[in-house]
Nanobody, 122 residues
Framework: VQLVESGGGLVQAGGSLRLSCAAS????????IGWFRQAPGKEREFVVF????????YYADSVKDRFTISRDNAKNTVYLQMNSLKPGDAAVYYC????????????????WGQGTQVTVSS
C-alpha cells in the first residue's frame, strides 16, 4: 500500500490545517490508518488512528478534542482535521497503514507515507 500525505504547511497558533493520506491500492479499506508525528530531536509520537471501517478511533491525550480523524474508503483517503494548533504540534506528520486493527505502536504498522511538514508559529 502506497501512502501519500498532503495538506501540511505554516499556520499561526490557534489556526487549523487538514491533512490527507491517500492510497492508490484498492485494499486500503482493509487497513487501519494511524497518524504519527516527529519533531526534530524527538521520537516518533502516536497521534491518532482510525479503524478499517471508520467506526473505531483512538486519540493521544495531547490532541483529543482538537484533532478529528475521518476516512472515505470510496476515495481511499483518510483525513486529519487539526484545530486550535499549538507550537507544540509542529512536526513532520506521517500516516501509516496496519492490516485491520489499529495500534498506538509505530512498529506495528506495515506501510508509511513520506510525511508532510506542519509548522505552527507563535
Amino acid at each position: 500500500v502506497q501512502l501519500v500525505e498532503s495538506g501540511g504547511g505554516l499556520v499561526q497558533a490557534g489556526g487549523s490545517l487538514r491533512l490527507s493520506c491517500a492510497a492508490s491500492d484498492p485494499t486500503f479499506s482493509s487497513y487501519s490508518i494511524g497518524w504519527f508525528r516527529q519533531a526534530p530531536g524527538k521520537e516518533r509520537e502516536f497521534v491518532v488512528f482510525i479503524g478499517w471501517r471508520g467506526m473505531t478511533t483512538y486519540y493521544a491525550d495531547s490532541v483529543k478534542d482538537r484533532f478529528t480523524i475521518s476516512r472515505d474508503n470510496a476515495k481511499n483517503t483518510v483525513y486529519l482535521q487539526m484545530n486550535s494548533l499549538k507550537p507544540g504540534d509542529a512536526a513532520v506528520y506521517y500516516c501509516a497503514a496496519k492490516y485491520v486493527s489499529g495500534s498506538v505502536g509505530p512498529e506495528e504498522y506495515d506501510f508509511w507515507g513520506q510525511g508532510t511538514q506542519v509548522t505552527v508559529s507563535s
